[in-house]
């Protein structure tokens, strides 16, 4: 079965410092791979999606990044954190084939900036 | 484009009774609908899915949802609410974009179920 892994799970910065986020998944190739932030009451915010290694796509300009190093890693990136980078993170993986794959999420990261 | 509307950020129901979960949506394509739960601290777990076919469509847990085109509508509901069941449900769409799967979510309606 497929399995998806987000570390750490709790995470608390200074303001400034960098961030690195990592989420691999198991059990599948190819993944569609998402990573999402969540803030109370304002749902899911879609911040980069990759269809393949090295293919990233950006939906927001913001202060973060994002790679994927191999098929099953995508990485989430920044050189210096801001305090509205505080929320949490979601990965989450696909299948290739459209919108009627559900995604799989991972149980998140949760980001505090000082 | 596409959108969804939860009604309700909170909504609370005794244990025992019908649970009502309300979203409507907008697509400008024929839609994939699904709702999702999520518990506190976790990800978000996939409920029940509609594609194509069926409209009333059962899910994990109990959970069912109907697929009103004319209504534009997919509410969620389950007969028998249980403490368990307290979490946040989010409703979402999704259509196909060049390879990858766009998915817009609702802004979540969060359950809570009093004994």
């Known amino acids: 079965s497929q399995t998806i892994h987000q570390w750490p799970a709790t995470l608390v910065q200074p303001v400034g410092s960098p961030l690195s986020l990592e989420c691999t998944v198991e059990?599948?190739?190819?993944?569609?791979l998402y990573w999402y932030r969540q803030a109370a009451g304002r749902g899911l915010q879609l911040l980069f999606y990759s269809v393949g290694i090295g293919q990233i796509s950006s939906e927001v300009p913001q202060n973060l990044s994002a790679s994927r190093p191999q098929d099953r890693q995508f990485i989430l990136s920044s050189k210096k954190l801001l305090l509205s980078d505080s929320g949490f993170y979601l990965c989450a993986w696909s299948t290739i084939g459209g919108g009627n794959q559900p995604q799989h999420f991972g149980d998140g990261t949760r980001l505090s900036i000082l | 484009a596409q959108s969804v509307t939860q009604l309700g950020s909170h909504v609370s129901v005794s244990e025992g009774a019908l649970v009502l979960l309300r979203c409507n949506y907008s697509?400008?394509?024929?839609?994939?609908l699904f709702w999702y739960v999520q518990y506190p601290n976790q990800g978000l777990q996939l409920l029940l899915k509609?594609?194509?076919?069926?409209?009333l469509v059962k899910g994990i847990n109990g959970f069912e949802a109907e697929f009103k085109k004319s209504e534009t509508s997919f509410h969620l509901t389950k007969p028998s609410a249980h403490m368990s069941d307290a979490a946040e449900y989010f409703c979402?769409?999704?259509?196909?974009?060049?390879?990858?799967?766009?998915?817009?979510f609702g802004t979540g309606t969060k359950l809570q179920v009093i004994p």
């Open positions: 059990g599948t190739s190819n993944p569609n």
């Open positions: 509609y594609t194509t076919g069926a409209t």
């Open positions: 979402a769409v999704s259509s196909d974009s060049g390879g990858y799967q766009k998915v817009t």
């Open positions: 697509s400008s394509v024929p839609p994939y």
